[in-house]
């Protein structure tokens, strides 16, 4: 078929005349319908040209906006074309009337809509292939490209509220592969958030999609290698640095702060955006948004509890829990209370109650922002079910016999390990008070440890070796027994079967080291790293220890009415229980 040749000039665009073949869109529509493709093809040709004048775009666009009704599910590949169309590149006419298209036919055919954002997400990431530095295009920036994303996304928002679904499908779709190159992971996020400020309902969804994906990225990044590849001395002047920076103030530095495994390079980066992310939602001009900042908590406890716990042995994402807890006290009790009343319900799975404890006692040991009574009635809170626990099953166990069933006690294991954990962290602090060794005394630790579910034995080496020492040193418990008969028994003995595994509880504490460097700077300077002082040296600070404090005063009563604190001192629940009561409102 002969093709028709159209002249058009655009002032604005400019003088160069536009040549079309192929003819009108709605003729070649029309023809395509009773079988003749040839105008159709000519058509799809001319849009998929890279070097296609912003004239004829516009064009092309201004004329099917009036044919959209015709673009039906038949016409997926004029469609699927034109949104092909490197329409965000052009001058700012060119962008205006993609948007009027893109509206048209998402209202007069919503079958496209999936189609639409599909297409609208893929430009989220920074383009290699993008010919926006060719002579005939304007000059833009990514930023710029995004920008225009982004208000093409609010419009179709605005009128389809029920967008948001198929949206957070196709982001979840489009989500880079750990694989892919630094920036198009930390544009895709950063894109992502931003959906959250003309969005807001979307967040949740949204964190908890990057949450997911990151902790993707965490598994395959262990901690061994991390520090392996760190503990080099430097890395080749020649390696390629990452073309993507955080941003100007980092560039300067960014070979210092430049992690040396690149997953955990690319982790650190994203973590980074995140926590950004989390002080800009939390923050205005320095002061703290509460009523905010309560509802970003509440999200991150769901997606804690969904996504963040099951996963066993994490290295770094759980930090955005640690992170959101120090903002506002009340965060960290409620998100304690949280925890512990999944520990005490028997309905729970074990494997589970024992990662909230294990959550619970890295918390306590690790924060700095915690005050020590809380930490104190914290501990009162586990020592007291443990208690409870022992004077609930001794009664059915020989007090001649030693066991330890982790099978059918794992959560009174895990809890005996986590307080012992705890102590070894915080019991300088306490024991800066004068009432510091009373108060261990009132503890009764040692009815736990002689017991006959000899929780020692069950515990990590690491944490039964420190506690032990720590014991002796301030002459608070004596476990040296207790170890010694369990040292034994862990001999290897003809015909007979030892417990000979190095951690029976299959314990981890979540809030180790954190090892990323530029996203660090959220984290250390609220965390307690471990100082590794040897537990037999002498105590140097007696004199100081004696010294009357009157905040350490304000801890401890001189009753036995227990510790005062956000956490009262309370009878202990029986382990069947579901957990303890409210003391402060939840902000969830």
């Known amino acids: 078929m002969t093709s028709i040749r159209r002249v058009k000039s655009l002032g604005r665009i400019g003088e160069s ?37 912003s004239s004829q775009i516009m064009d092309w666009f201004q004329e099917v906006t009036s044919l959209s009704h015709l673009l039906d599910q038949d016409q997926n590949e004029i469609v699927n074309a034109l949104l092909k169309v490197r329409w965000m590149e052009r001058e700012a006419e060119v962008v205006s009337t993609f948007r009027v ?46 920008e225009q ?25 489009g989500f880079p592969f750990i694989r892919k190159p630094n920036d198009s992971l930390i544009w895709y996020i950063k894109n992502l958030l931003f959906v959250t400020s003309y969005q807001p309902n979307m967040r949740s969804a949204i964190l908890e999609l990057v949450i997911k994906n990151l902790i993707d990225l965490d598994a395959v990044t262990h ?22 920076q955080m941003d100007e103030e980092m560039q300067d530095n960014e070979a210092e702060i430049r992690m040396k495994h690149p997953l955990a390079n690319k982790l650190d980066c994203a973590m980074h955006i995140l926590f950004e992310y989390f002080y800009q939602v939390s923050y205005r001009e320095g002061e703290l948004q509460l009523q905010e900042t309560r509802k970003l908590f509440r999200e991150i406890v769901h997606i804690f509890d969904t996504a963040i716990m099951p996963v066993h042995q994490l290295i770094h994402v759980q930090f955005v829990v640690f992170y959101i807890c120090s903002l506002k006290q009340s965060f960290v009790e409620s998100f304690i209370e949280h925890c512990w009343q999944k520990v005490v319900n028997p309905n729970m799975p074990t494997i589970v109650r024992q990662t909230y404890i294990c959550y619970i006692a890295s918390l306590l040991a690790r924060a700095t922002f915690i005050p020590l009574s809380t930490v104190t009635a914290c501990i009162d809170l586990m020592v007291g079910w443990a208690h409870s626990y022992l004077r609930e099953v001794t009664e059915f166990i020989s007090p001649d016999v ?12 895990s809890i005996c390990q986590a307080t012992f954990y705890v102590i070894i962290f915080k019991h300088e602090d306490i024991l800066k008070s004068k009432l510091g060794h009373k108060y261990f005394h009132t503890l009764n630790l040692q009815h736990l440890i002689v017991s006959p579910l000899n929780p020692l034995k069950a515990c990590l ?40 595994v190095k951690n029976p509880l299959g314990s981890f504490f979540p809030f180790d080291p954190y090892l990323l460097k530029r996203s660090s700077t959220f984290i250390h300077p609220i965390y307690k790293v ?20 009157m905040e350490d005063q304000e801890l401890f009563d001189e009753d036995d009415s227990g510790i005062k604190g956000s956490f009262s001192k309370q009878v202990p629940p029986s382990p069947l229980s579901p957990g303890f009561q409210h003391v402060t409102p939840s902000p969830y």
């Open 402 to 413: 030693y066991h330890c069933d982790i099978t059918r006690h794992g959560t009174f294991y």
């Open 17 to 53: 005349k536009t040549v079309r073949f192929g003819g009108k869109i709605s003729d070649a529509l029309e023809k395509f319908k009773q079988g003749d493709t040839s105008n159709y093809q000519l058509v799809l040709q001319q849009l998929r040209d890279p070097n296609i004048k």
């Open 101 to 146: 298209f893109v509206v048209a036919l998402v209202s007069a055919n919503s079958v496209h809509l999936r189609r639409v954002i599909k297409s609208l997400t893929q430009n989220l990431v920074p383009d290699s292939k993008s010919n926006t530095t060719q002579s005939n295009h304007p000059k833009v920036t990514m930023e710029d490209i995004f």
């Open 149 to 173: 994303i982004h208000i093409v996304f609010k419009e179709l928002l605005r009128i389809i509220p029920r967008a948001s679904e198929p949206m957070l499908a196709v982001f979840s779709q």
């Open 223 to 244: 901690r061994h290698e991390i520090e392996m590849m760190e503990s080099i001395e430097e890395i080749d002047e020649e390696e390629e640095i990452s073309l993507f």
């Open 461 to 500: 080496s690491s944490v039964v070796s420190l506690f032990t020492s720590t014991m002796r040193q301030h002459q608070l418990v004596y476990c040296d027994t207790i170890v010694e008969r369990n040292n034994r028994q862990m001999l290897p003995v003809v015909g007979m079967a030892t417990l000979s």
């Open 530 to 549: 471990w100082e590794g002082r040897s537990p037999h040296c002498e105590d140097d600070d007696n004199d100081d220890t004696n010294k009357e404090n």
